[in-house]
Structure formats: structure tokens, C-alpha cells
């Protein structure tokens, strides 16, 4: 995030406080919190970035879409297909889209806003 051009990291949701304030610092963030929906409630905060232990992925991503965040996950995004088809409808019903992060930089659409369907 810190290559993108006009990005911004805008707050970081860690388990502990001490974990949020040391990425907080260390990339000058100033929304730090050990809550997902005090995040997601946080009118700066327009995206997501899941990178979550795999099996927290479906919960925290459904969260963040719910809340109508546009979604970026961390491979694995899921930890079978049952789940990954709870995130796809998510993503569907809400409205926005949800991208895979596939590893060597690469970002991977998984569900589109108009459709939602499983792309290559």
C-alpha cells in the first residue's frame, strides 16, 4: 500500500493495543484499534485489507463487506469452498467487490460488483 500512489493507510485492526501501536508507528497510521467494527466504522477507512490467520478470513471479510468495504484478502482467502461461496454472496449482496491477493504481488479479482461471478 505504501507504493500505491495516493493510497493511505488510514487505520490498522490488531488483537492487542501494544501490536496496533507498533504498526501504527512504524507506518504512521493514526486509527488504531483492537475492535473490526470500530474500524469498520471509521468514515476514513474506505477499504479493507484482510490479512487475518486464514481461518478468521471468512469472518473478518463477510464483517468488512457488510459494513459495504471493498475487500482486498491475503491468501488463502478461505479455508475451503464452502466459505470462499459465503464471501462471493457477501460481496453480491452488499454491493461491492472483493479482490485475492495471489502472492508475488499479484492481486486476483474473485467476485465483480455488477455480477459477482468467479473470474480467471
Given at each position: ?14 488483537r492487542?493495543r501494544d501490536?496496533?501501536?507498533s ?6 497510521v ?5 475492535d ?7 468514515p476514513a477507512?474506505?477499504a ?22 471493498p ?11 464452502s466459505e ?15 479482490w ?5 504481488g499479484s ?9 459477482c461471478?468467479?473470474q480467471?
Amino acid at each position: 500500500m505504501t507504493r500505491v500512489e495516493d493510497g493511505e493507510i488510514t487505520a490498522v485492526t490488531s488483537r492487542t493495543r501494544d501490536s496496533a501501536d507498533s504498526f501504527g508507528d512504524q507506518w504512521n497510521v493514526t486509527g488504531r484499534y483492537t475492535d473490526l467494527d470500530a474500524m469498520l466504522a471509521d468514515p476514513a477507512v474506505e477499504a479493507v485489507y484482510v490479512a487475518t490467520p486464514h481461518p478468521r478470513h471468512v469472518h473478518d471479510a463477510i464483517r468488512s463487506m457488510e459494513a459495504r468495504k471493498p475487500v482486498l484478502c491475503e491468501k488463502s482467502m478461505a479455508m475451503n469452498a464452502s466459505e470462499v461461496q459465503r464471501m462471493l454472496d457477501a460481496a453480491a449482496a452488499n454491493g461491492v467487490f472483493r479482490w485475492r491477493r495471489s502472492g508475488a504481488g499479484s492481486f486476483l479479482p474473485t467476485a465483480s460488483c455488477s455480477s459477482c461471478s468467479t473470474q480467471e
